[in-house]
């Protein structure tokens, strides 16, 4: 057997040490002892206006955990820097980017001794050291052994619950001047550069939110792989809506409902302009479920080398 020489060895052993490392900020996560940490948590960056993409890659260089919200807009060499296989990371359909600075690569988050996490279709609710019970869930449901229905949720064990949200996504590219909700549009400025507009809101077990967003992506390639990153430039986002807010069924109150407007503006040099019309947060359930009734939002945005330098379109609620 040939003998490894000290160089050789030494890569080998920091191989070892990333690989370890990867695996142990991997399960990390935001753990929050009560709702009102993290209500606190939420608001703290709502109200100074964070740029949490900014922050999602302080969390990750200081190794507290890796931001789902960073996860999903790396390039392939910093995923692979980071140890991170992106087959393996939690699927979710939102565009909320606090939901998914919350959450870390597994789509997790503890509270009030609970592990919640969001990944496909479903949202778990777990205790630490049973997350093997998912993957039994996952095999009787694929089997058909189990039923479980849209906006339902059962107790598969002690250990863990599941509930099926009713969440979508649509992503589509669009000519249109105005398109309705419900729809993620992308305009171009030119093959390599778009903006990107959201209407969002959705109801995640713990977390539930309403609101808008606007931001530009740059196309990355490498051999034959292609993806989209987010890019900070100036983004802009005017609004004039209204929502119904429901309380969600088992709170006490339910089923009363109060109808909300909100209108306003964001102008930023920033990653993404966003802005959360509401939001509620809870434990198991977040109390307030919301529904968009009718308005606009209008998104524009510029990249100032391309021709045209500046692409808008207005969505319909």
């Not at 087959?87 to 606090?98: I, T």
Request: proline share 3%; hydrophobic share 35%.
């Amino acid at each position: 057997m040939a003998c490894q020489s000290e160089q050789e060895q030494g890569i080998i052993e920091n191989e070892a040490q990333r690989s370890i490392a990867s695996k142990n900020i991997a399960s990390k996560m935001l753990q929050f002892e009560t709702v009102k940490e993290l209500k606190s948590f939420i608001n703290d960056r709502l109200e100074s206006d964070s740029d949490l993409l900014e922050e999602a890659k302080e969390m990750s260089s200081s190794g507290r955990y890796n931001p789902l919200l960073l996860i999903y807009n790396l390039e392939s060499s910093e995923a692979k820097s980071l140890g991170i296989n992106i087959k393996e990371v939690a699927k979710v359909g939102s565009d909320d980017n606090m939901l998914l600075f919350l959450l870390n690569q597994n789509g997790e988050i503890a509270i009030e001794g609970k592990i919640f996490r969001i990944d496909g279709d479903f949202v778990y609710t777990y205790t630490k050291g049973f997350s093997n019970t998912i993957n039994e869930f996952l095999e009787k449901y694929n089997s058909g052994a189990i039923k479980l229905e849209k906006g339902k949720r059962i107790d598969y064990s002690k250990e863990l619950n599941v509930y099926a949200h009713t969440n979508t996504f649509t992503d589509v590219n669009v000519k249109e001047k105005a398109m309705a909700r419900g729809v993620t549009a992308h305009k171009y400025f030119d093959s390599n550069h778009r903006m990107r507009a959201r209407q969002f809101n959705g109801f995640w077990g713990f977390y539930s939110a309403i609101g808008a967003n606007t931001l530009v992506q740059e196309k990355k390639k490498f051999l034959w792989w292609s993806w989209w990153k987010t890019v900070k430039t100036d983004n802009r986002l005017e609004y004039n809506m209204a929502f119904r807010s429901k309380v969600t069924p088992g709170y006490p109150g339910y089923p009363s409902s109060i109808n909300v407007a909100k209108s306003g503006h964001k102008y930023c040099n920033c990653s993404q302009a966003q802005v959360v019309y509401s939001w509620a947060v809870g434990f198991p359930w977040a109390p307030e479920i919301y529904t968009p009734l009718e308005g606009e939002s209008k998104h524009w945005a510029h990249w100032y080398s391309s021709n045209p330098n500046t692409v808008s379109i207005t969505l319909q609620y």
